[in-house]
């Protein structure tokens, strides 16, 4: 079974940095794009970034651009989100996706002082 | 941005009925359209992707149709464990974009 465990969700205050995991598991990891999606309660859900199975091609949203930085380590079968600057309009639940299909739990992001 | 809109944002059902959802784009986005299922402290599932294709162990009461900029899914009888929200996806142009939703509801 595909699995996908996200961490590193918690508290932070703004202009801190999180650093999101994503392990995943039942998938050839090193074949796949893969994603970082977010959801608000206020505006629904937003596509945060992808990356190809390389790593060699990476989009971002314009809402996290230059502050967002997603990375793969296929060794390691794991996706990262690193999330500097954060402002309190992060604040969402984070979700890890294989390609566009299976999402994992997801990790709560709360930015606020 | 492609912007997606979908319609309407409230559908009420009664069980054993047909739903009709409806998703718009603000432009082309050719066939590469998704619908997702989520239910209250759920994941998103993925039901439907390249417009009519189903993703794994999703019944067939589900079907996608649609091409370019109008797309639709079909519950054809409603049961119990699908009343939920409904998002469309595109994935054809970056930044992806989802739709804001359709909740549908017991009549």
């Known amino acids: 079974d595909v699995q996908l465990v996200e961490s590193g969700g918690g508290l932070v205050q703004p202009g801190g940095s999180l650093r999101l995991s994503c392990v995943t598991s039942?998938?050839?990891?090193?074949?796949?794009?893969m994603s970082w999606v977010r959801q608000t309660p206020g505006k629904g859900l937003e596509w945060v970034s992808v990356?190809?199975?390389?790593?060699?091609?990476?989009y971002y949203a314009d809402s996290v651009q230059g502050r967002f930085a997603i990375s793969r380590d296929n060794s390691k079968n794991t996706l990262y989100l690193q999330m500097n600057s954060l402002r309190a309009e992060d604040t969402a639940v984070y979700y890890c996706?294989?390609?566009?299909?299976?999402w994992g739990q997801g990790t709560l992001v709360t930015v606020s002082s | 941005e492609i912007v997606m809109t979908q319609s309407p944002a409230t559908l009420s059902v009664s069980p054993g009925e047909r739903a009709t959802l409806s998703c718009r784009a603000s432009?082309?986005?050719?066939?590469?359209l998704a619908w997702y299922q989520q239910k209250p402290g759920q994941t998103p599932r993925l039901l439907i992707h390249?417009?009519?294709t189903r993703a794994t162990g999703i019944p067939a009461r589900f079907s996608g149709s649609g091409s370019g900029a109008e797309f639709s899914l079909v519950i054809s009888s409603l049961q119990s464990e699908d009343f939920a929200v409904y998002y469309c996806?595109?994935?054809?142009?970056?930044?992806?974009?989802f739709g804001q939703g359709t909740k549908v509801e017991v009549k």
């Open positions: 990356i190809n199975d390389s790593g060699g091609s990476i």
């Open positions: 039942g998938f050839t990891f090193s074949t796949y794009a």
């Open positions: 432009q082309s986005v050719t066939s590469d």
């Open positions: 390249d417009t009519s």
């Open positions: 996706a294989k390609s566009f299909g299976s």
């Open positions: 996806l595109q994935y054809n142009n970056w930044p992806w974009t």
